[in-house]
């Protein structure tokens, strides 16, 4: 019998195309030859099915977003604020849900005493879209957005931060993210920058740490790439030495292309090793690219102000989320958006959700709807999926002043990739508890991203690595146009 | 086929809410059936039925869900053991849901026992039949039982390998039970080159590789091994492993003075303290015993007293975040025990109670911190000795509700002790009287109880975290969680016997290294099969060893080790992290703290400050450029050149292979020595414009800004494409070219892109200016403040282009410059002849042999091999 995974590999090294082979396998990627089950059955020709997307900007806030306070805002919890939820009319709310949270911490939850809004909401768009005035901005290109307001997850701490992207409790390790799926599946489409790029601060490493955009047994080459915005060196030793030309590096990386590529005669299954060759690739380049992409010179002074780059509490975030589309523009598969990373998660209010989320929203509010004007304006939302996400909701219960995690509803919305814009999909109820209606694992949302890029979930499966029923998700149907 | 790959016991998704849930059940149920456990019954329907839960009650169960419930009154009634496993075994051959198959078949077969309408289909129930068989053996196997103290089992012996090494017994059963063929004997020079960073953290030199290849008597290993164990090299090495394991970090020191934050001012006492005992191998029992107490078992000995900086780590954001990490890493540490889930809570999957997790603080509850004045140096503002001491003996601990210090449970002070499940009983502390105070002696006691040969985990835990560092893969890959919700090892056996060996060599890490590194397993190439990796892709058997990259260190100091300028000077004070480029210490000694760590390392994946009971390591294109493009690199790059040409006498093919000894320890195979040749000739390329020259001082400055420029002929009808001018290192700001008549008239402008690059810069024309035969011309650049000059009788010119070079000017910046000094500041221009060539007035620099040599070294610095274990 022979050994799949093999083949292919040996395939490049025995054919003696050397450096050329990692080119031809760039090559076939490009075209659009999507892996999965190649590694099965050889290559395969032609994606899973058509693609409606070609990028993914995955906008992900750490430490838990209220779901209340921002796409699902509950009238009801003003109207019975300071009652306990068994003294209102939806005292069997908390009973009626399914429960799926395995409560890890039961410090967390139990929030019995609801909590009024901590700002106002109304409809916006043709759609008329319920959302909360902290997200008056990105509200605003309601029609544009998919909203999905009855995700669940089951880690009840910031763990679920990592579990967003793998679709597995922390404490299972290890697994590959959506992105790095999407980039396994699909491949490169430039060579002078990573495919798969990472922007803020990741989770810290109790809660997923780098694993959050990490590849996992799909090998580190398919690991989402950190470029650092805040200094002045978004690539840290990205410049050559004086002296030394272009030419003369150039002729440096193509000796160690060569030498690399002749161990991997005897390693030809070294993941390592096919991460080491790329990344020498990519190195060379992204010393011209990433200084041109993370210098916005050439933006037009609209275009920041769209943005937000004039306003000083979230021109950090505008300058991710412009970086983001020009990084999608050069053709970066997948771009993932932190903002308040480390530790559990800046958002993670757990007391003053008032000063906490109208702080932190002023953040980015203006700069993700910027992003989501500028990709409409320059046609490229058609082909960019935007995601955002937070690792769950808060909940209904006062925590004090603030409120507490709340795994059993949160939501999350898609735009743009031929995602159905004004839509409003799945329902919590009354007080925003439980998810009731068309209720969606986290790995749903992947399934739908993938589905877009042309990828099928099922399919992307590497042998002697066993993907549970859960790990491949549903695409949701209801909210692709 | 995967016949052995390795199903992990999944932890996940139980569909049932706090008080009803027993995701812990399902979890022993999950460990007692193995890999026979599939996932397709990992779900709450294998016990329960969905329905209403009232609060305080149980989720309704199914039939089989009954049968396991009411196993348990009939074996507690026997008085026989209850345990998930215990009842599973007792009902497998009943049929809870009469459906006429067993429950044990229909939990094989991946459908559920207590639901009649499930029922594995004919070739399910074939394959069952056929798992049958491996089931029973893998009931039948030696149980892993992290609990229970470690009693040495038996090695396995083979009668047709009698002689073989332990650990390759323990091994030699699951390969064979995979079928999988053990790889042979690595080659020498991998053998030496593995073992040396392995136990050093430093590469081999090229006669020590060599003298180790020519070396073939059956000592020469033993000998190596006992060399490198000896060497003080290897406690800098593996007291680095334990700085990740115990937390070890500086002082951030953002507070100045003696206040205290993020570790302590002069906390590298401690790892110097780390690094002597592990270089004498000091027992482990004891280095526990000197880290939880050495001020109250050598209250005078300051020596001692460094080991207790363990205690200072993350003091202090606040007593409360200190005490809780303390209380919570202790136990990850030494147990490998998550005991913090029971600072809110009785433990979820192990039996660990929410008292327990207290009384372990009560431990810790009396303890601060001071800074002792060191001999010579009253001010411990400048130096001192970091260490604990009893402040309050009194101090009560009560138990926090949900873990929630605004609600202490004050009812119940609670005493010192631990958790009880794990069998032997915490001693009484004996209070320790001190000069003028007293100590409680708790501490004391923790480490004696975490010592006692009966604690089941200490030495389980030290032993598997060793064997990660031998071999980059873990025997129980949940390295800080032994407990039910981690993982379970693949060889329980070996790794019982290591730990019962470790304990009676009298905890010494010598001995189990010196164990470990001389088994076949470790010895083994690295190189793959198919057949094997089709098996057993992870090396889950340890049929090969498996190539890794080496850690953040190591990278580092190879790179100082290899070109000789390795400052091998041991402890004192941590150096300023921002001149790791500059200053050759090894990199275990520079500063690492939060927020101040060493850039270079931490592109490397270098340990977490916080915590890190394993690296996580990356591969990222920053990584490639730090090694391409750092000044260490570089330098390092060049000093190796330098040796190489003196000791090649300019014989290239010698050069090629002294460059492969001395960097990857090894020759070049025929391929590689044909590329490197080549790369060395150059292939005689012409020399082409952007080569260079490079001027010899490129950095001067003389305080302000100039124009300069260079004036120079039309000898040939031209187009002239662009300028060019050489970028000081520390040149800044914006630059704009400009072409002069020699009457001062500005002819035409070229601005050049901002960059912080160094070197030549091009900025071409908006459109081709064309120049006629005979025209004199001026070309200039704004200089800010730095510029590269040369003499003009020392510098080459160009003879033969369109356009040669006449005289340097210099003058007021912006303006025409009119000043001479018999100097040019290469300031260029680029033009283009009759036949499309391109020529600039400088004579273009093809690399020299030296560079040359240089570029070679710093390729074979980015060799994968070169920051690969292989």
């Not at chain 1, 990105?138 to 992207?165: I, K, P, Y």
């Not at chain 1, 299972?172 to 060579?191: F, I, K, N, R």
């Not at chain 2, 260079?692 to 305080?703: F, R, V």
């Amino acid at each position: 019998m022979t050994t799949p995974h093999f083949s292919r590999r040996h395939f490049l090294a025995d054919t003696g195309l050397g450096f050329t082979g990692i080119a031809l396998g760039s090559l076939l990627a490009r075209d659009g030859i999507v892996r999965g089950d190649e590694l099965a059955t050889g290559i395969e020709s032609g994606p899973h099915q058509p693609a409606r997307a070609k990028n993914v900007i995955w906008i992900f806030l750490c430490g838990g977003v209220s779901h209340l306070e921002s796409w699902d805002p509950k009238p009801e919890l003003n109207k019975y604020a300071g009652k306990s939820i068994s003294d209102t009319p939806y005292a069997d709310v908390e009973k009626k849900g399914t429960k799926e949270v395995v409560e890890g911490n039961p410090n967390h939850g139990n929030r019995k005493t609801l909590m009024a809004l901590n700002c106002g909401y109304k409809q916006y768009g043709k759609s008329g879209l319920l959302a909360a005035d902290w997200w008056q901005h990105t509200a605003a290109m309601a029609d544009e957005l998919a909203v999905v307001r009855s995700v669940w997850t089951s880690d009840n701490d910031h763990g679920a931060m990592l579990q967003f992207h793998t679709g597995r409790h922390v404490r299972e390790g290890q697994y590959p993210t959506v992105g790095a799926w999407a980039c396994y599946g699909l491949g490169a489409m430039t060579d002078d920058l990573p495919e798969y790029v990472v922007l803020g601060t990741p989770p810290g490493d109790c809660c997923g740490g780098q694993w959050a955009h990490g590849a996992a047994y799909l090998g580190p080459e398919h690991a989402g790439v950190r470029l650092n915005l805040d200094g002045d060196t978004p690539l840290p030793f990205g410049k050559r030495a004086a002296g030394k030309s272009g030419s003369t590096q150039a002729a440096e990386f193509e000796l160690i292309a060569k030498l690399n590529r002749l161990s991997g005669v005897e390693y030809p299954d070294d993941p390592q090793l096919q991460a080491r060759i790329k990344s020498y690739e990519l190195a060379f380049k992204m010393q011209t690219a990433v200084p041109e992409i993370v210098g916005l010179k050439n933006e037009t002074e609209a275009t920041q102000k769209l943005y937000g780059m004039d306003r000083p509490e979230c021109a950090s975030f505008a300058k991710s989320c412009l970086t983001a589309r020009r990084l999608v523009e050069r053709g970066v598969r997948f771009v993932q958006l932190y903002h308040g990373g480390g530790g559990g998660g800046d958002w993670d209010s757990h007391a003053k959700i008032q000063e906490n989320h109208s702080r932190l929203s002023s953040q980015v509010d203006q700069p993700i709807a910027g992003l989501l004007q500028d990709l409409k304006q320059r046609g490229m939302l058609k082909d960019t999926i935007v995601v955002w996400a937070t690792e769950f909701g808060r909940s209904p219960g006062a925590e004090g002043d603030g409120r507490d995690h709340h795994p059993q509803a949160f939501s999350v919305w898609l735009a743009g990739g031929g995602i159905q814009g004004g839509t409003v999909h799945g329902q919590t109820d009354e007080i925003g508890y439980h998810a009731v209606e068309n209720r969606h694992y986290v790995t749903d949302i992947h399934a739908t991203v993938l589905h877009q890029l042309g990828l099928d979930p099922r399919r992307l499966e590497v042998p002697g690595r066993k993907r549970l029923e859960i790990d491949f998700g549903k695409p949701i149907r209801e909210i692709i146009a | 086929m995967n016949r052995c790959v390795v199903l992990l016991a999944v932890v996940f998704s139980c569909m049932a809410s706090i008080a009803q849930a027993r995701p812990a059940h399902k979890q022993a149920l999950a460990a007692h059936l193995g890999p026979f456990f599939l996932a397709k019954v990992n779900d709450c329907r294998l016990c329960h039925v969905p329905g209403e839960v009232k609060p305080d009650e149980d989720k309704p169960r199914n039939a089989f869900g009954e049968s396991l419930e009411a196993a348990a009154e009939r074996l507690e009634k026997d008085g026989k053991p209850a345990e998930i496993p215990d009842r599973f075994t007792l009902i497998e051959n009943d049929d809870a849901d009469g459906d006429g198959i067993s429950n044990l078949i229909e939990v094989l077969a991946g459908s559920f026992p207590g639901d009649a309408v499930a029922m594995p289909n004919d070739n399910e129930l074939k394959l069952v039949e056929k798992a049958l068989n491996r089931y029973r053996k893998f009931l039948a196997s030696y149980p892993w039982k992290p609990f229970e103290s470690v009693e040495r089992p038996a090695v396995p012996r083979s009668p047709d390998d009698a002689a073989a090494h332990p650990i390759d017994a323990f091994l030699a059963e699951g390969q064979r039970d995979c079928e999988l063929v053990p790889r042979a004997r690595a080659e020498p020079g991998v053998l030496i080159r593995r073992l040396t960073i392995d136990l050093t953290g430093l590469p081999p030199s090229a006669e020590e590789v060599a003298d180790f290849e020519r070396d073939s008597s059956s000592e020469a290993y033993a000998k190596l091994v006992d060399r490198l164990l000896a060497s003080p090299q290897y406690g800098e090495r593996w007291g680095r492993h334990w700085m990740d394991v115990w937390r070890y970090s500086d002082w951030a020191g953002w507070t100045g003075g003696n206040s205290i934050r993020d570790s302590q001012p002069h906390i590298w006492r401690w790892r110097d303290w780390i690094v002597e005992s592990i270089n004498k191998d000091k027992p482990y029992d004891r280095m526990i015993v000197e880290m939880l107490a050495g001020d109250e078992v050598t209250p005078s000995d300051p020596a001692t007293l460094r080991a207790t900086g363990y205690l200072a780590r993350n003091f202090k954001a606040s007593r409360e975040r200190w005490m809780t990490e303390l209380v919570d890493h202790t136990f990850l540490a030494f147990q490998g025990l998550t005991i913090g889930c029971a600072r809110c809570h009785d433990h979820f999957y192990d039996p660990i109670l929410q008292t327990d997790y207290y009384q372990v603080r009560a431990v810790f509850e009396p303890h601060e911190l001071k800074i002792d004045a060191v001999p010579g140096e009253a001010d411990t503002k400048k130096d001192g000795l970091v260490r604990a001491f009893d402040a309050k003996p009194d101090a009560v601990t009560y138990l926090l509700r949900r873990g929630d210090e605004r609600n202490p449970d004050t009812s119940k002070p609670l005493t010192p002790g631990i958790p009880k499940f794990l069998g032997h009983d915490f001693p009484e502390p004996q209070s320790v009287k001190l000069e003028a105070s007293e100590s409680t002696g708790r501490r004391t006691a923790l480490a004696k109880w975490l010592i006692d040969r009966n604690n089941p985990l200490t030495a389980r835990v030290a032993v598997n975290h060793i064997w990660l560092r031998h071999f980059g893969q873990a025997l129980v890959p949940s390295v800080f969680d032994f407990g039910k919700n981690g993982r379970r090892p693949l060889q329980p056996a070996l790794l019982d016997w290591l730990a019962a060996e470790f304990v009676e060599s009298g905890w010494s890490m010598k001995h189990l290294h010196r164990l470990i590194v001389t088994s076949a397993a470790y010895q083994r190439s690295s190189t793959p099969d198919a057949r094997n990796l089709a098996e057993d892709r992870d090396n889950a058997h340890y049929w090969r060893v498996m190539p890794r990259r080496v850690e953040a260190e190591v990278v580092r100091d190879s790179l100082l080790q290899i070109a000789g300028k390795l400052d091998l000077s041991q402890g004192g004070a941590d150096i300023d992290q921002t001149q790791g480029l500059t200053v050759f210490r090894r990199s275990l000694y520079f500063r690492h703290a939060h927020e101040k760590q060493m850039e270079f390392l931490t592109l490397f994946d270098a340990a977490g400050v916080s915590e890190c009971y394993q690296r996580r390591d990356s591969i990222v294109p920053q990584q490639a450029l730090a090694l391409a493009n750092s000044s260490l690199a570089q330098a390092m790059a060049a000093e190796i050149a330098t040796q190489i040409q003196a000791a090649s006498e300019s014989d290239r093919k010698t050069q090629v292979e002294l460059a492969f000894r001395r960097i990857l320890g090894r020759s070049a195979s025929n391929e590689e020595q044909r590329e490197c040749l080549a790369f060395l000739v150059g292939n005689d390329e012409p020399a082409k414009i952007d080569h260079g020259p490079t001027p010899p001082l490129a950095d001067k400055t003389d305080g302000h800004p100039y124009e300069l420029a260079s004036e120079f002929k039309v000898q040939r009808d031209t187009n002239l494409l662009a300028v060019r001018f050489f970028k000081s290192p520390s040149e800044q700001g914006e630059h704009v070219a400009r072409i002069w008549s020699l009457d001062g008239k500005a002819i035409a402008e070229a601005k050049f892109a901002d960059t912080k690059e160094s070197g030549w810069q091009t900025a071409k024309l908006s459109a081709p200016a064309a120049f006629k035969t005979d025209e004199q011309l001026v070309v200039s650049v704004n200089i800010n403040s730095h510029y590269p000059y040369a003499r003009e009788s020392e510098t080459k010119f160009n003879r033969t282009g369109p356009a040669i070079f006449v005289k340097g000017r210099y003058g007021e910046i912006n303006k025409f410059p009119t000043g001479e000094f018999g100097a040019t500041y290469f300031v260029d221009v680029v033009c283009e002849d009759a036949e499309n060539q391109t020529h600039s007035l400088y004579e273009p620099a093809s690399p020299t042999n030296a560079e040359r040599l240089t570029s070679l070294v710093l390729v074979l610095f980015n060799h994968h091999e070169f920051v690969t274990i292989r």
